[in-house]
């Protein structure tokens, strides 16, 4: 089986641009979930779905935004960008929901300059 | 507030050492609780899960509910285990998974 896919796996915008990312969660799988990583936070949650629905949220400002398709893909969007949006951005995708072993992709690295 | 608590950003051990990398975890009910590293260059990955009690690569980690803490433990360390590890709990009735800051393991040769 594929693992987890994002695209692309680096992207270099400018402060007030906006960006999209993409995720191809492995197949089968209904549940993508997003995280921002960055070396002083860790792992903070954004989003996740599950069958087209977000199902919960983040505490990230309503410029940061998602989806899911009903081939199960997701994509994040986040607008107006900030220096600080700069990380390494990670999708994962699980079976179910909750408590479920995540897999994640390689990441897609945002520099705002 | 829910919350994981790794306090060690870096921990290096020499080869053939025992580690233990501490996570401690602030939740109101009975979290699963999860280990994942990720090599260098590699993805992030399951290591082990509470709810399976297996041993992966070696390492063990016991729930400890009255201290609040699931610290991961190795009783000698390999080179190969070098790595970035966290601790997890996803939070029940909302599917949001909760990460530590992360802790770098080196191991010296």
């Known amino acids: 089986k594929a693992g987890v896919t994002q695209t692309p796996r680096y992207l270099i915008k400018t402060r007030g641009q906006q960006v999209t990312l993409s995720c191809s969660p492995i197949?089968?799988?209904?549940?993508v979930s997003w995280y921002q990583q960055t070396p002083g936070q860790g792992l903070q949650f954004l989003f996740e779905?599950?069958?087209?629905?977000?199902?919960n949220k983040g505490n990230f400002p309503g410029r940061f935004s998602g989806r899911q398709f009903s081939n199960s893909r997701s994509e994040m969007n986040v607008s107006t960008l900030e220096l600080g949006d700069s990380a390494l951005y990670l999708c994962?995708?699980?079976?179910?929901?909750?408590?479920?072993?995540?897999?994640f992709g390689s990441g897609t690295q945002l520099s705002v300059l | 507030a829910q919350r994981v608590t790794q306090p060690e950003k870096l921990l290096s051990v020499f080869k053939g050492a025992p580690v233990e990398l501490k996570c401690n975890y602030s939740?109101?009910?009975?979290?699963?609780l999860f280990w994942y590293v990720q090599y260098s260059r590699q993805r992030l990955q399951l290591l082990l899960r509470?709810?399976s009690r297996e041993s992966i690569k070696g390492f063990t980690a016991d729930l400890n509910k009255g201290e609040t803490s699931f610290h991961l433990k190795k009783p000698f360390a390999q080179e190969e285990d070098s790595a970035m590890y966290y601790c997890?709990?996803?939070?029940?009735?909302?599917?949001?998974?909760?990460f530590g800051t992360g802790t770098r393991l080196k191991v010296l040769a």
């Open positions: 994962a995708s699980s079976l179910l929901l909750g408590n479920e072993k995540l897999f």
């Open positions: 197949s089968g799988h209904r549940s």
């Open positions: 779905y599950f069958s087209e629905t977000q199902r």
């Open positions: 939740y109101s009910g009975s979290p699963e």
């Open positions: 509470h709810i």
């Open positions: 997890a709990f996803p939070t029940s009735g909302t599917y949001k998974y909760i």
